[in-house]
């Protein structure tokens, strides 16, 4: 099995992937999520693992876009907590080090850690942890005995780095949620019979229906369904107008889920299903 | 009146202060969102405008956050259309131009006219539009004859650059929200008593209500107060449980508005009125 995500090898979405799909599979990096989308469409791979959620930061939107524009299924989730380390060359000391480089997103959650031990250094903003680890690995910054970057411990395996200090984030409570994705036409996998599911949906409501998001909760809340999450996005073309992605609980099959859904179907121009999962176990 | 704002000179933020609070405001230009908050929490300046959204991208989701975290009110809104320009230094031709610079969503949205007319150029992110406009009037580019950058028509007058194509964007539907605060302590202007108006709100629920988001939005529903926006955000601490911000119809001061937020209080932990404001009009 053929399964792409965006970044680097080391990259957290990798080890997402490795963790939900199992450590058989062939991972494919890509630098971009719209090619992870492309690789998926063209059948390139056989599934795509992409993060939705981060519990600092809030939503990856991009993939929320994506999702929609595409005719894939989610068939899973994972909650992986997010840690990062301070890594750099064998033999590069602490006191050695003058330039960090990281995903900005990293380089923030270690603000304090930083500050304390290397407030001298500068701090320079990469486009991927892992990436970072690659790109100072092959000797690629200016000063490589002089620079290190905040990355996973994979990605310090992966990439030969020695980790100069661990889990050097500020709030622990850092993790982040990725999706499986396939193409709607594969067959459903059969790992989750018996478990609790999620459905998520996306739509947008019928013009000028007034308290329209009102009315369609209402369809999940008069029969007992439970919200898990509301996403808005600007409908492009429309200004002002959006677009709604729903988490609710229960299975796409349950009866009361499908009579909801077949409500909301009298209340939107647009709805569609984007699959219905087990709802994902956390990795500490 | 002293207005901070963040990018710089020329750029669509201080445009939309200028448009917003007149001509005669000192424009006050920071390189950061928190740096303009930091000023204005200070006092270094009066009022504060910042984008809050854009018809195509979706919120400014750095903006909600900080909002919550700063004693300030919201006390205007405005629309304005994006209008993106390619310029470059006096005398260059679009034959000459081997680069182009700017934020990476201008970039973006004028992808269709890049890859006609300029389909052998170098696209390259730079961190602002006017900033780009700033730093290629200052030959501070690599190729500054070869190179051209995408920005506003008053970057363009303010840095001396000349316009080779106008309205180079390929959906016109492009329009960003900026709203204007100041410090809470600050006495509201009255430039508002008959136009309608809307308040913004945000809370977090109290733990373990069920159904909590169907009910929130009920109290404002079941007293037909129309709800126009509606984004979640992270709350830091307590993964996969969120703050909601909500923008409804009418102001603070209407007895069915004080009603349905006394009604919400019951239902949540935290809830803050972040202000009640006439509605932006939109300026193409």
Redesign the interface.
Known sequence: MRVAYQGEPGAFSEYAALKLLGDNILTVPKPSFEEVYDALESGEVDKAVVPI??????SV?VNYDLLRKHPFRIIGEL?LRVVHNLMALPGVKSEDICYVYSHWQALGQCQDFLRTKLPKAQYIDAYDTAGAAKVLAEHGYPQPHRSAVIASVRAAEYYGLEILAKRIES?H?N?T?FLVLQPESASIPLWDTTEPRKTSVVFAHKEDL??A??KS??V??LRDI?????????L?????V?LFYLDIQGRESDEAVQKALDHLSELTAYLKVLGSYPVGETIE
Do not use: C, M, T
């Not at 959620?53 to 809030?58: M, T, V």
């Not at 492009?236 to 002002?240: D, K, L």
């Open positions: 959620e981060n519990s600092l930061f809030g939107h909650k709030d409570q993790y949620r007034a308290g998001l009102f909760l209402a999940f809340a439970d919200l898990l999450k509301i996403e808005s996005r600007p492009v073309g429309s200004p002002w959006y």
